[in-house]
């Protein structure tokens, strides 16, 4: 209050004197609806989410509350852990192969077809590792079902043109199988966010750092290990963060490609919180379900930006 | 007077307020409720039979009712059948909505009180005497939501069954004749492997396969077993002599051929495309295809029941419903009753539907008049069995991943009647 007072007493002098009102007022201003939406988008249905998550309840007439009991049943749902897993293996091909590729990809861009092919060839070949990442997701799935199908998929057509019948594969339809076949696609989606981040990364690099080794006889791998993999690690944080909350979360490649079949063996924890919410009307469970999740993406990225944080700090 | 921070705490509460009012509530978009404007959702695409059908009910209508204006907007399935109970709850409810039949959909939306009841509009305008008893299943609900007894909550104007779809041309070519019992089903099939054709269309990623199986059920069940499976009228076993004789014979189609093993993750749509392609020379599946391969088919094909059986899947179609919150709702009984119109109801059965109430001499186009003579062969001995995915929320969704298991052999009959009985008991009503 006595900032308040202080501050009134200010104001009036200042408005009286002609003075300017104070920025940070002014400012406070533009960030209103950015709180606002922020409040309405985001804070108040993850409130209304996380209340539904205690119930039990359909969607529609009165939720009955329950505590703890759709928590306690996600604990022993054998189906909610395999989906769970599958979310690991998302990870795998949605931020670490990836980033791993994407980094060598980037680096091969810009310090060896850069050098020798110019920047064009670099900017075109960027432009196509990155070209998924623009198409909507329904639309490169649609496109890779029809690649992945079974009996007239151009995949297996190819092998069989090749020679390769033998590794004619349903590669969508083989439990065994569709969760590679998904992870690949994923990691075709995936790999140009990752390219671009490290590309504009490896920009603000010192060419002397590398000029000076090159000198000192240092071949394209030492280099790569040496100067730009520590030189970028704060790129590498955030796309590992980025990329992981985005394997977590993924949700329409397998809509589309396999509708978490066959029989589970591609369903994720969204998707499962879809099917439950929705088809099965349990809506109290699925909203469990969400909470559970977003509580585990929160933590993912406060570790996330903890590391950076702390390498930022280092640096 | 405000400070400057107050003022910011101030408008920025005001402000959320006035966001989320809007956000959750009263956005009346237009509908007066004074009887001037109908407000009309179905999803029928435009060429289909019954898209045909509806928009001359909806001329008709503006015919009868000058002076009223008809709000027309066209909805996807998955759009209605996903919002249906939020959109009922808010003020943006249409007058008539086509909706979902079955205690998973329409029961449950009768049940969390978000339909009219119509049992009086039903009585006074004769809509109880124009539908058979087997199309009246899916309009009555009681009040645990459960079809076939309790109010009329919603009204169906045609119906649907299954049937085996054969490619003749290809029947021709192997010098397979018409199969007219089970037997000579499965030795036609046994002739077509024979010759390097996988002889059924199916698709596992979604309703076909789980309808194979559900008729290979139906074809050792007779209606006691359909209610007690349906309408919980008893205890369902799923390790009865139908479902195992169905399970144990899918797997065994599958090793023998006449089901694809790649098929695990094709749909209905490849399934219809396949048999279009002169790829598959059986399809089974229903009366929804019809119009499509009228229309599409380069080869001279024909239809008859599953042989043997004196069931099988189908039900009056969609229910025409009126929301609880429906501002002219004397106009969406006057659109229903228009739909059920023999005018309508003709036309409908002419453009490959099946109707419910049509004049059968009315019915000129051959291929109709047989797909509606079957209809009623089958609704003469009460064979409309429903679906398998009735009875329990979700459960089309544990259909088609253990019926997808099967497919691939990842799971043995046993293992998925087990599976079934377990997601069916923990979502059916307790008795």
Not at chain 1, 125 to 143: D, E, K, N, S, T
Not at chain 1, 274 to 289: D, L, N, R, S
Not at chain 2, 347 to 364: E, M, Q, R, W, Y
């Amino acid at each position: 209050m006595t900032v308040t007072v202080e501050k009134r007493g200010v104001t009036g002098k200042a408005a009286q004197a002609g003075h300017p009102r104070r920025p940070r007022d002014s400012y406070a201003l533009f960030l209103l609806p950015g709180v606002l939406a922020f409040l309405a988008v985001i804070i108040v249905p993850f409130l209304m989410n996380t209340y539904v998550g205690f119930t039990d309840w359909q969607g529609v007439g009165s939720p009955d509350w329950t505590g703890l009991a759709n928590y306690r049943e996600l604990m022993d749902d054998s189906e909610f852990w395999a989906s769970f897993r599958h979310s690991l293996f998302m990870v795998v091909a949605m931020a670490a192969v990836p980033t791993a590729v994407g980094l060598v990809l980037a680096a091969a861009l810009f310090d060896y077809v850069g050098k020798h092919f110019g920047s064009r060839v670099t900017a075109v070949l960027r432009a196509c590792f990155y070209l998924p990442q623009v198409l909507p997701i329904a639309v490169a799935g649609i496109v890779w079902s029809w690649i992945l199908a079974p009996d007239n998929g151009s995949l297996n057509a190819l092998l069989k043109a090749v020679g390769l019948s033998s590794w004619q594969q349903d590669w969508l339809g083989d439990p065994d199988i569709a969760l590679y076949s998904v992870m690949g696609v994923m990691v075709w989606v995936q790999l140009g966010f990752p390219l671009v981040v490290f590309m504009a990364g490896l920009q603000r690099v010192d060419p002397q750092l590398y000029e000076a080794a090159e000198l000192d006889g240092a071949g394209w791998w030492r280099r790569f290990w040496h100067i730009t993999l520590p030189q970028i690690r704060p790129e590498i944080y955030v796309v590992l963060t980025w990329c992981t909350i985005a394997a977590l979360k993924v949700f329409g490649a397998v809509y589309v490609l396999t509708k978490g079949g066959p029989g589970g063996a591609t369903d994720v924890p969204s998707y499962f919180s879809f099917t439950t919410f929705f088809e099965k009307t349990q809506v109290g469970y699925g909203a469990a379900i969400s909470t559970v999740l977003t509580v585990i993406i929160l933590a993912l990225s406060l570790i996330g930006l903890r590391l950076q944080t702390r390498e930022e700090d280092r640096s | 007077m405000l400070t400057a921070r107050r003022r910011v705490v101030a408008t920025a509460v005001l402000a959320a307020g006035a966001l989320l009012l809007t956000s959750c509530g009263d956005s009346d978009s237009g509908s007066s409720g004074d009887g001037k404007t109908l407000k009309l959702w179905h999803y029928e695409a435009p060429n289909s039979a019954m898209g045909q059908a509806w928009n001359e009910a909806v001329k008709e209508f503006k015919a009868t009712h000058p002076g009223v204006k008809v709000e027309f907007e066209e909805k996807g399935f998955e759009q209605i059948q996903k919002t249906a109970p939020m959109v009922l709850n808010s003020s943006d409810a249409p007058d008539v909505m086509e909706y979902n039949k079955g205690n998973a959909t329409a029961g449950l939306l009768s049940k969390q009180g978000l339909l009219t009841d119509l049992t009086q509009e039903a009585t006074a305008r004769g809509w109880d005497k124009k539908l058979s008893a087997s199309v009246r299943t899916t309009s009555m609900y009681d009040t645990n939501g459960v079809m076939g007894s309790g109010k009329w909550y919603g009204v169906p104007n045609y119906a649907e069954y299954t049937m085996v779809f054969y490619n003749k041309d290809l029947f021709k070519k192997y010098g397979i004749a018409e199969p007219k019992t089970f037997d000579e089903l499965t030795a036609a099939m046994d002739k077509f492997v024979q010759n390097k054709v996988t002889p059924l269309a199916n698709a596992g990623a979604e309703y076909p396969a789980q309808q194979y199986l559900y008729q290979l059920a139906l074809s050792k069940a007779d209606r006691a077993w359909v209610d007690s499976y349906e309408l919980y009228k008893g205890k369902t076993d799923f390790h009865d002599a139908a479902w195992t004789y169905a399970a144990e014979t899918y797997a065994d189609w599958v090793k023998k051929g006449y089901i694809s093993k790649t098929s695990s993750s094709t749909k209905a749509e490849d399934a219809g495309v396949s048999f279009l392609q002169g790829k598959a020379p059986v399809f089974f599946s229903g009366s929804w295809w019809y119009g499509r391969f009228v229309d599409e088919a380069k080869f001279d094909w024909g239809t008859f029941l599953w042989p043997d059986s004196n069931m099988t899947l189908g039900s009056g179609g969609n229910l025409w419903v009126v929301p609880k919150g429906a501002k002219n709702k004397e106009l969406a009984y006057d659109f229903i009753d228009i739909t059920m119109s023999k005018k309508i109801q003709n036309l409908l059965g002419n453009k490959g539907g099946v109707p419910v109430a049509a004049d059968a001499s009315a019915i000129t186009d051959p291929r109709s008049k047989a797909l509606i003579d079957n209809f009623n062969t089958l609704s003469q001995r009460d064979g409309l069995a429903f679906y398998p995915d009735w009875p329990v929320p979700g459960f089309y969704d544990v259909l088609v991943s253990q019926t997808q298991k099967l497919i691939t052999d990842s799971e043995k009959p046993d293992g998925y009647l087990d599976a079934l009985q377990d997601a069916y008991d923990k979502g059916a009503p307790k008795q």
